[in-house]
T-cell receptor, first 113, second 111 residues
Framework: GENVEQHPSTLSVQEGDSAVIKCTYSDSASNYFPWYKQELGKGPQLIIDIRSNVGEKKDQRIAVTLNKTAKHFSLHITETQPEDSAVYFC????????????FGTGTRLTIIP | DVKVTQSSRYLVKRTGEKVFLECVQD?????MFWYRQDPGLGLRLIYFSYDVKMKEKGDIPEGYSVSREKKERFSLILESASTNQTSMYLC??????????FGPGTRLTVL
């Protein structure tokens, strides 16, 4: 089955600096790549997504880049703030007619004030 | 706002007990999912349902079953709970190219 690898598993960043989380996927048919943020005590929530016909997407301080040739995609958070501290999950969706996402193993991001 | 309600936030059960975890939505969505979340393993799909009485196994269905008698309610059943089923269980709806909406999770401890 599909496999999504996510690195690093933990990341500590000084407030104001940038954070980058990387994911690689195995299914060349994957064409949709969302990122979810899970705050303490809550379920994950979608923060940004990208489709395979686009190389980069930006939404204020967060951006996602996709390299289909290399089968990897990354989340970039600039000017990090304490509220960015959370667990982040990448995921992908194969286009073989199913509705199931395959999630990465998660990255615990800590912003140091 | 989408509301995904899970019946309990914390649950403690004994080995061998039958456990029901319930999830209720107010969105009239066809797709509902059950995941378990473990440190270092991420979110793993147990079962999903794409309509009433329709279900499909996910990646780790062993030891679990599900029930969807009404569109708004999706239940996860542990027929005979074991200690290795101690985990955080998350219900979600949506899917595909659309946002998945997650409930707050149920932390289950099996003693």
């Amino acid at each position: 089955g599909e496999n999504v690898e996510q690195h690093p598993s933990t990341l500590s960043v000084q407030e104001g600096d940038s954070a980058v989380i990387k994911c690689t996927y195995s299914d060349s048919a994957s064409n949709y790549f969302p990122w979810y943020k899970q705050e303490l005590g809550k379920g994950p929530q979608l923060i940004i997504d990208i489709r395979s016909n686009v190389g980069e997407k930006k939404d204020q301080r967060i951006a996602v880049t996709l390299n289909k040739t290399a089968k990897h995609f990354s989340l970039h958070i600039t000017e990090t703030q304490p509220e960015d501290s959370a667990v982040y999950f990448c995921a992908d969706l194969s286009n073989f007619g199913n509705e199931k996402l395959t999630f990465g193993t998660g990255t615990r991001l800590t912003i140091i004030p | 706002d989408v509301k995904v309600t899970q019946s309990s936030r914390y649950l403690v059960k004994r080995t061998g007990e039958k456990v029901f975890l319930e999830c209720v939505q107010d969105m009239d969505h066809e797709n509902m999912f059950w995941y378990r979340q473990d440190p270092g393993l991420g979110l793993r799909l147990i079962y999903f349902s794409y309509d009433v009485k329709m279900k499909e196994k996910g990646d780790i269905p062993e030891g679990y079953s599900v029930s969807r008698e009404k569109k708004e309610r999706f239940s996860l059943i542990l027929e005979s709970a074991s200690t290795n089923q101690t985990s955080m269980y998350l219900c979600a709806l949506g899917g595909g190219y659309n946002e998945q909406f997650f409930g707050p999770g149920t932390r289950l401890t099996v003693l």
